[in-house]
């Protein structure tokens, strides 16, 4: 299977503990995106990489979230001192050239 | 800044008829792309369709179709001969073409039942 690959597909963790999310693009995509979708809602943009660039921020981006893509390939999302208003669908995309963008499964956050 | 609004949360279908779907949205911008993405039960989020504000002429993909009314800021999903599988959450979302932004958004949502 070559699409867009996340792991681990759920995670369920205590409140205050940090957790890290890993996200495999499409092997030739240079853009790479994360977003969050909550329970009946839409996805919410968190942010956006081209090659190892963080080139876009969200607000709900706060000092407790930081993401990474050092070589351009696979991205990490870590959250620190996770809270209960954490748990969340997070999704990685991705795409070639920018327009169409490709998701993968997703990993559910569960903040107990 | 940009919003996206599917004003309809549920919508149910008879199998072999044709739905539409709605989807308004509001920018100030000229240049933007708007696309429509399916979400079945428990799968990843799929790309349907995708629109350029530039050019006049609606989306096809197969069953899919599009009525995009620029100046009136409608985008609408027209699904014929629908099947099972089409039962999904369906998202509108809009992303600029201006600016540098590449970030999508999105609507609340519609989920689609196809009834048997």
């Known amino acids: 299977d070559t699409g867009v690959s996340q792991d681990p597909r759920h995670k369920i963790t205590k409140r205050g503990q940090n957790v890290t999310f890993r996200c495999d693009p499409i092997?030739?995509?240079?853009?790479l995106y994360w977003y969050r979708q909550t329970l009946g809602q839409g996805p919410e943009f968190l942010t956006y990489?081209?090659?190892?660039?963080?080139?876009?921020k969200s607000r709900l981006l706060s000092d407790r979230f930081s993401a990474e893509r050092p070589k351009g390939s696979f991205s990490t999302l870590e959250i620190q001192r996770t809270e209960q208003g954490d748990s969340a669908m997070y999704l990685c995309a991705s795409s070639d050239e920018g327009v169409g963008q490709f998701f993968g499964p997703g990993t559910r956050l569960t903040v107990l | 800044a940009q919003t996206v609004t599917q004003s309809q949360p549920e919508m149910s279908v008879q199998e072999a008829e044709t739905v539409t779907l709605s989807c308004t949205y509001d920018?100030?911008?000229?240049?933007?792309?708007l696309f429509w993405y399916k979400q079945p039960p428990s799968r990843q989020m799929i790309l349907v369709i995708r629109?350029?504000?530039?050019?006049?002429q609606n989306a096809t993909e197969n069953r899919f179709s599009v009525n995009f009314q620029k100046a009136a800021k409608s985008f609408s999903l027209k699904i014929s001969d629908s099947q099972l599988g089409d039962a999904a959450m369906y998202f509108c979302?809009?992303?600029?073409?201006?600016?540098?932004?590449?970030?999508?958004?999105f609507g609340k949502g519609m989920k689609l039942t196809v009834n048997p």
């Open positions: 629109q350029e504000a530039y050019k006049q």
């Open positions: 979302a809009y992303r600029s073409a201006q600016g540098g932004s590449e970030k999508l958004v």
């Open positions: 092997s030739e995509h240079n853009r």
């Open positions: 920018t100030s911008e000229s240049d933007y792309y």
């Open positions: 990489f081209q090659n190892e660039a963080q080139l876009e």
